[in-house]
């Protein structure tokens, strides 16, 4: 076998040992993201839909997360995170002012952003 040909085969063979190795890593995040979803949508329903909807589409007694005004440009992260931890006082909507949310850990809040975040994406808010 002529060297040249012999080089190729050595990079297809390096090259699709590497493809292998990068779609199990896609599918491990993959896998990883889906779990940090569910977890988020299961948080969602305890402690936000009552408020916010089953969906995430509002209620009468709170707005829709689904919405540009919550988009992370808008609303950062941080935001979310302050109005469980503090409350947060009516200033786009007129449902009153959202009382803390006390039994809610930052890490489930982590959680329940991940998927307010993902419905948004969605629904082409970005």
């Known amino acids: 076998m002529?060297?040249?040909r012999l080089s190729i085969l050595s990079f297809t063979?390096?090259?699709l040992s590497s493809c292998e190795s990068d779609s199990r890593?896609?599918?491990?995040?993959?896998?990883?993201?889906?779990?940090s979803t569910l977890?988020?949508?299961?948080?969602?329903?305890?402690y936000c839909a009552r408020c916010h909807g089953p969906d995430v589409m509002g209620s009468d007694k709170g707005p829709p997360l689904i919405h540009k005004i919550y988009e992370p440009d808008h609303h950062a992260d941080a935001?979310?995170?302050?109005?469980v931890k503090m409350g947060s006082r009516a200033h786009h909507w007129k449902f009153g002012d959202m009382p803390p949310i006390n039994r809610v850990s930052e890490?489930?809040?982590?959680?329940?952003?991940n998927y307010v975040r993902d419905?948004?994406?969605?629904?082409?808010?970005?």
């Open 119 to 126: 419905e948004q994406r969605k629904a082409g808010i970005n």
């Open 25 to 35: 890593n896609i599918t491990e995040r993959g896998d990883s993201a889906i779990q």
């Open 107 to 113: 890490a489930e809040v982590t959680e329940i952003i």
């Open 39 to 46: 977890a988020g949508q299961n948080l969602y329903s305890k």
């Open 2 to 4: 002529s060297y040249i």
């Open 13 to 15: 063979i390096l090259f």
């Open 79 to 83: 935001s979310f995170y302050r109005a």
